[in-house]
């Protein structure tokens, strides 16, 4: 089961690394598996079996999403904007009060950190104002070599840290359409010297997150989630009517009862009645196995 979740929350993630506006770390930190995935990732050979049995279904997820998914959610965010971005708001706004809670149990909740979420917000924004005005490069022929093994390595830091999304850093680049035509017809001239890149990167931004969770954990942390507020001004759908208003308001409360759904399953998986059931299947096949 938490196989299945698991790769699911990575169709999510994948198709979030190619929708514009979209940050993969912000769908990490809304399914709760940040800091597990940075731990699975940098302690891999520490648990190789455990750590394989938490990355496949995800990395598994991600393939699917970044092939196939990806292009249903840029259909859906094409033909419903307003409902597809009001969800993703919905499951943000849903997310945050439980981040808060888990970073005040951690550490003791001191205003100074509210500074930090304030200035990861503010750049949060900033990014936003920049993908506005970006122009938007299509131009396969003579890439670089090096050149895309570099942009892979930048990419990483939108891939691994909440809020920044990776689709204003390749188009800041110069390779974003680039990227998406690499992925959709599998050219693979392009798409490997930006995986090998990414992957490069991802290992250093990874490690420098931990090495900051580790040190100064509330401090980090309500910077991510001063990223993750900043990503719903990206999502914001503008010049609305009043029925899309209404329309966008009615898919935020149905994102922000979504984004519960994960501990709903979770609260039934640790009740008595789930518990009861399993030992009663448990029973079942073992009376089964001994009438066989």
Same mark, same amino acid.
């Given at each position: 089961m938490n196989g299945f979740l698991n790769m699911v929350k990575g169709i999510f993630i994948g198709a979030g690394a190619i929708v514009p506006g979209v940050s993969s770390g912000v769908l990490c930190v809304i399914f709760g598996i940040y800091?597990?995935?940075?731990?699975?990732?940098?302690? &891999?050979?520490?648990? !190789?079996?455990?750590? +394989?049995?938490? $990355?496949?279904?995800i990395a598994l997820g991600v393939g699917i999403g970044v092939l196939l998914f990806s292009n249903i959610l840029n259909y859906l965010l094409y033909e419903f904007?307003?409902?597809?971005?009001?969800? &993703?708001?919905?499951? !943000?706004?849903?997310? +945050?009060?439980? $981040?808060?809670?888990?970073v005040n149990e951690k550490e003791k909740f001191k205003s100074q950190n509210v500074v930090y979420l304030l200035i990861a917000l503010a750049i949060g924004i900033i990014t936003v104002v920049l993908e506005n005005r970006m122009s938007i490069v299509s131009n396969i022929d003579g890439m670089n070599i090096m050149y895309l093994v570099m942009c892979g390595a930048i990419m990483s830091i939108?891939?691994?840290?909440?809020?920044?999304?990776?689709?204003?850093?390749?188009?800041?680049?110069?390779?974003?359409?680039?990227y998406l035509q690499s992925v959709a017809n599998l050219y693979l001239p392009v798409l490997i010297p930006l995986g090998i890149g990414l992957i490069l990167g991802s290992i250093i931004v990874m490690k420098l997150t931990k090495k900051l969770l580790e040190n100064y954990y509330a401090k980090t942390f309500y910077s991510i989630i001063g990223f993750t507020i900043g990503s719903i001004f990206v999502l914001l759908p503008q010049g609305m009517t009043l029925i899309e208003?209404?329309?966008?308001?009615?898919?935020?409360?149905?994102?922000?009862?979504m984004s519960h759904i994960p501990d709903v399953i979770k609260n039934f998986r640790?009740?008595?009645?789930?518990?009861?059931?399993k030992v009663l299947n448990k029973m079942h096949s073992q009376s089964k196995t001994q009438k066989d």
């Open positions: 800091e597990k995935l940075l731990d699975s990732v940098l302690n &891999f050979f520490k648990d !190789i079996r455990h750590n +394989i049995k938490f $990355l496949f279904p904007p307003i409902q597809t971005k009001s969800i &993703f708001i919905g499951l !943000i706004i849903g997310t +945050i009060p439980s $981040l808060i809670k888990e939108g891939i691994v840290v909440p809020g920044v999304s990776s689709t204003i850093i390749l188009m800041l680049l110069g390779v974003y359409s680039v208003t209404i329309l966008c308001v009615l898919c935020i409360i149905l994102g922000i009862y640790s009740s008595k009645m789930f518990k009861t059931v």
